[in-house]
């Protein structure tokens, strides 16, 4: 039998990980290729150019353009301070000068006789790569970035809020059905991810960002609490830029939805480890999920990742149903039967066959699942 392939979700205890960390422009690269580094470790940094402001120097000087070099102080490329004097008219005899002084720190840009312009650059502004995980440098791209590798439990959530932060992991619900209780989020859960069960409030995230804490995992999440917090629906945009002042990782979806068995004790086996998560979201092509990793000891000749490789649906494949009526149920395939079946639409699709971890055994279009990779 051909196999079958699926959009699919990793929940595992134990991979070999491969990330890039690259900056947006050329600058310097601060490891050397061997080095072990931590998740807050800069690895990278360069300086990206400041806002351009446009500035009528000749206007200022109430002077014809042409005549603008004759009063200059400064030129092209110099760096200037605010305050600082770039130009001065002669006045008469030696009275009534007129001085003008730079609006802003920065640099020269350009200086322009024809129309009188200058252009001053604001100061370059620093840009720092980190690590994000902790592990070894296996590769370095020169001016670029670097390649990290480590070994680490590894969870990939469906749906996230802002971008790359690092804490201990913190659980406060006993059960993955349950939702978490907003006193439980006190000064204890400061720089910590805390575990929140099946769903998590616009009260339970705000008393979070209150006392400090950097991440939230969660099964579910309320899109109206989502926009109460961001002011704006998401609609399909690219998340992981929210600046709300912690990262948010829903490992299920939208409403209450009790967290995969799976995830839940994953993450409950590693309460009190340092983890990296960030929730950078886009569903379109390129698709990126939100991520929760967990570093684990290893030796580096493990270190050898493996080539991607798509999910496929074979029996005995846990899965997670993404549509009505069993909706972020996960389940195991019990059949894979060949022949197109007629679903409610009239459309002839390829099924599968299951049985619910609520012990409910369903009929489902393969579209209408996803993998979870274990």
Same mark, same amino acid.
């Given at each position: 039998m051909a196999q079958a392939y699926s959009p699919g979700l990793t929940v595992t205890k134990s991979t070999?990980?491969?990330?890039?960390?690259?900056?947006?422009?050329?600058?310097?690269?601060?490891?050397?290729?061997g080095d072990k580094v931590k998740a807050?470790?800069?690895?990278?940094e360069t300086l990206l150019?400041?806002?351009v402001v446009p500035f009528n120097l000749a206007n200022k000087l109430n002077v014809t353009p042409n005549l603008v070099n004759q009063y200059i102080k400064v030129k092209a490329g110099d760096k200037?301070?605010?305050?600082?004097?770039m130009a001065v008219t002669k006045g008469f005899?030696?009275?009534?000068?007129?001085?003008?002084k730079a609006p802003l720190d920065g640099e020269i840009e350009n200086i322009s006789t024809i129309t009188g312009q200058m252009l001053l650059r604001e100061p370059r502004i620093p840009i720092q790569v980190k690590a994000f995980i902790d592990g070894v440098v296996v590769e370095v791209i020169p001016e670029e970035g670097v390649v990290i590798?480590?070994?680490?439990?590894?969870?990939?959530?469906i749906f996230g809020l802002s971008g790359e932060r690092s804490g201990e992991i913190k659980l406060l619900v006993s059960t993955p059905d349950e939702i978490i209780d907003t006193k439980k989020i006190d000064e204890s859960c400061k720089d910590k991810i805390i575990i929140c069960g099946a769903l998590i409030n616009y009260a339970a995230i705000k008393q979070a960002q209150n006392m400090g804490v950097s991440g939230i995992i969660t099964g579910g999440i309320d899109d109206q609490d989502l926009k109460k917090l961001l002011g704006y629906n998401i609609g399909v945009a690219i998340t992981?830029?929210?600046?709300?002042? *912690? #990262?948010? @990782?829903?490992? +299920?979806?939208?409403?209450? &939805?009790?967290?995969?068995h799976n995830t839940f004790e994953l993450l409950k086996s590693f309460e009190g480890h340092k983890a990296s998560i960030h929730g950078i979201t886009q569903i379109r092509a390129g698709v990126m999920r939100p991520e929760i990793i967990i570093p684990i000891d290893f030796k580096e000749n493990e270190l050898k990742a493996e080539a991607p490789?798509?999910?496929?649906?074979?029996?005995?494949?846990?899965?997670?149903?993404?549509?009505?009526?069993?909706?972020?149920?996960?389940?195991?395939?019990?059949?894979?039967?060949?022949? *197109? #079946?007629? @679903?409610?639409? +009239?459309?002839?699709?390829? &099924?599968?066959?299951a049985e619910l971890e609520n012990g409910k055994k369903v009929t489902i279009p393969r579209a209408n699942v996803e993998v979870i990779e274990t």
């Open positions: 070999v990980l491969r990330k890039d960390r690259i900056l947006p422009l050329k600058g310097k690269v601060l490891v050397k290729k807050d470790d800069v690895v990278a150019p400041g806002k200037i301070k605010k305050g600082q004097v005899f030696g009275l009534f000068k007129t001085a003008v590798e480590n070994k680490s439990a590894y969870i990939q959530g992981g830029h929210e600046d709300i002042g *912690l #990262t948010i @990782v829903v490992t +299920e979806g939208f409403g209450k &939805i009790k967290m995969a490789k798509m999910s496929s649906l074979e029996i005995g494949t846990t899965i997670r149903v993404i549509r009505q009526p069993n909706f972020g149920i996960i389940g195991k395939v019990t059949g894979l039967p060949e022949k *197109l #079946t007629k @679903v409610e639409s +009239e459309t002839l699709v390829r &099924i599968l066959e």
